[in-house]
């Protein structure tokens, strides 16, 4: 299954939320989140797209992902609310903070660019 994304990245983990666009149905019910606790192996797409076709790039992640509830007290999942608010004003006016976030823990990276090809 591939559903894109909005993502923050530490330097350790990256987290994507499960925000409050519309949904079907409930956030633990979502496809994403039953795949993901039923196998927690998940691959990241991460790339620049560019006219210049010179310039494409992308970066393929592949790791673990872990269903990350809000609970009291819970400083990572504070920490990536706090991340994800930054860097999208979007969920600025988002309740992403009384929302499950994934977090992906990288294994592996693999990357391409043309320039690597010639």
């Known amino acids: 299954m591939v559903v894109p994304v909005c993502y ?32 927690s192996r998940v691959a990241l797409v ?17 790791g673990e992902a872990e269903i990350i509830e809000p609970e009291v007290g819970d400083s990572e999942h504070s920490r990536a609310v706090t991340l994800l608010r930054e860097k999208y004003q979007q969920y600025r006016s988002m309740a992403i903070d009384q929302r499950p976030i994934i977090r992906i823990t990288p294994r592996r990276f693999k990357s391409w660019t043309p320039a690597a090809q010639e």
Do not use: C
Not at 11 to 37: Q, W
Not at 54 to 59: D, I, P, S
């Open 46 to 62: 991460i790339d620049h797209y560019s006219e210049d076709w010179r310039e494409l790039t992308y970066v393929l992640v592949s």
């Open 8 to 39: 923050a990245f530490d330097g350790n983990y990256f987290y994507t939320p499960i925000d409050e666009k519309p949904k079907s149905v409930a956030a633990g019910d979502l496809k994403r989140v039953r795949n993901i606790k039923a196998n």
